[in-house]
């Protein structure tokens, strides 16, 4: 190798210079997953890696990221950092995030990890490569940024454990197990464009905002340490779509059918996220509505489907429903965390006074009409001791496995079911969407691991609720209504005046 080398003569030589013909097996044999899907590809060798950095290149250059973030957490932490969020009510979000996304980290670590070593291109195999290492970095980084927490405040602890167990986790662990599930075009497909590049900003830039305008340096930080890492995954997602679009015309209607899939499968995930959004950052930011227009309308829908257009991909089938209700979706998310809070890692209350003023300015068309006179309902039952729970066992959609609380589109007053018929079998979905994916591949969401089915059939713990909570890993002291917990008891002591004589 020349000694000065320019960096992309040394990426291209450290990386597909390294590749080689294997001439005592076939490439059937030593690439046997990459076309049983009917994708068709003719030239590896077209990909390009949005890395482009060198195994040595890339470890130096994440190594200095982590020394700046390890000591921004290190600072926050010996500060007292917890402390100075805004309430107590904010580490809800921290838990929804710690217990929903890191373990998806850590999923996409091991499939990205796999394709690095089963995908027939170089360049490919190199990208791979290196998300399945921002991916462990990530699950690491943020593990270590939320455990000073752990000290002060209950369920962040076990999220691993939870995230296999607890009801309203398998929304985001089913998404990931249909994914891993699938084969490596879709996966890539399903993960590096529908979610990484479709979806993120939809989740990172907002929460993460969200945390700082809250007061948690320590996740903002880890936040925009990964953000720089999620523009290559941006970018690797965009390869992906379009170096499959342009080997073959015939792969346009297999990519547009996993668009239309994995579009509404990604929506139906960041409900999560809008619930985090609106409802557990104390201190308000940006909506989840103002998010959705900005991020997905204008960013994607107006800027990258146009570009798209040009190899035959439309925009994803169910979108204009998704547009309808980003007017209600986050509200109709926390009225169900509101009811089933007794049974689950995390508390709620009655929003606020000025919360319920910022909702109606948010969402003038649907919060006085609709929740409004719930939650007042609500706050007058509780003033009277009577919090209100829901003590039954929810209907769970098939495909999302969100319980059924959504309506139908464009009359939040309407509650929306769907349902199919397969083998002798009604099976119960929330939405046209979820009923178009359950219709598509009825086989494999039929084996759907559903939390209310799995507790009538005796298999999480026991047959009460303090043996399944038991069995979730779940403190029943420091869940239900906020003002019971111990976060806001201590919450309340920590910051009392003190008495200076």
């Not at 606020?352 to 300015?361: I, L, M, R, T």
Request: net charge negative; with cysteine; charged share 20%.
């Amino acid at each position: 190798m020349a000694k000065k080398a320019s960096m992309r003569e040394r990426y291209a030589q450290m990386t597909r210079g390294l590749e080689w013909e294997p001439t005592y097996v076939s490439q059937k044999e030593v690439f046997p997953h990459t076309d049983f899907e009917g994708i068709k590809i003719h030239d590896w060798d077209a990909w390009e890696d949005p890395f482009r950095l060198t195994v040595e290149a890339y470890h130096k250059y994440q190594s200095e990221k982590d020394k700046r973030l390890y000591a921004v957490i290190d600072s926050f932490a010996q500060g007292s950092g917890h402390l100075q969020v805004t309430d107590a009510r904010y580490f809800n979000a921290v838990r929804m995030f710690l217990q929903g996304v890191t373990p998806l980290e850590y999923q996409a670590y091991r499939n990205f990890g796999y394709l690095a070593r089963h995908l027939n291109g170089a360049g490919a195999r190199i990208a791979c490569l290196y998300q399945c290492i921002d991916e462990l970095r990530h699950n690491q980084t943020q593990t270590h940024a939320v455990s000073q927490f752990n000290k002060y405040y209950d369920h962040l602890q076990d999220a691993n454990v939870m995230h296999d167990r607890v009801w309203y986790l398998s929304v985001p662990k089913s998404f990931f197990d249909d994914g891993v599930s699938a084969g490596p075009f879709e996966f890539m497909l399903a993960i590096s464009f529908s979610f990484e590049y479709f979806l993120t900003n939809l989740l990172f830039v907002p929460f993460m905002s969200g945390a700082s305008f809250n007061g948690d340096l320590s996740t903002m930080t880890f936040g925009f340490s990964a953000q720089s890492d999620e523009s290559r995954h941006m970018t690797l997602g965009l390869e992906v779509i379009k170096f499959i679009l342009e080997q073959d015309e015939d792969n346009v209607p297999i990519i547009q059918d996993w668009v239309d899939k994995w579009f509404w499968r990604g929506y139906r995930l960041l409900t999560i996220v809008a619930l985090m959004q609106d409802y557990f950052l104390p201190r308000k930011g940006m909506s989840w509505k103002e998010s959705f227009e900005l991020y997905l309308e204008q960013q994607m829908l107006e800027g990258l489907f146009p570009d798209l257009e040009y190899y035959g991909i439309r925009p994803p089938r169910h979108v204009d429903q998704a547009i309808v209700e980003k007017e209600y979706l986050s509200h109709q998310a926390h009225w169900i965390f509101y009811q089933f809070a007794f049974a689950g890692a995390y508390n709620t209350t009655v929003p606020f006074e000025d919360e319920q003023e910022w909702f109606s300015k948010q969402y003038p068309e649907t919060w006085d009409k609709y929740y409004a006179p719930a939650y007042a309902k609500a706050k007058e039952m509780q003033n009277e001791g009577k919090r209100f729970f829901n003590a039954g066992l929810p209907m769970l959609c098939q495909v999302c496995q969100i319980p059924m609380g959504f309506t139908e589109v464009g009359d939040p007053g309407t509650q929306a079911i769907r349902f199919s018929h397969y083998e002798g079998e009604r099976y119960n979905t929330c939405s046209d969407g979820c009923k178009w994916i359950f219709d598509r591949e009825p086989w494999k969401y039929r084996q759907a691991w559903l939390p209310v089915h799995q507790i009538y059939q005796g298999n999480c713990g026991g047959a009460t609720v303090p043996e399944v909570l038991e069995w979730y890993g779940i403190n029943t002291s420091e869940n239900g209504e906020y003002f019971d917990t111990s976060d806001a008891k201590n919450w309340a002591q920590w910051h009392e005046p003190a008495n200076v004589s």
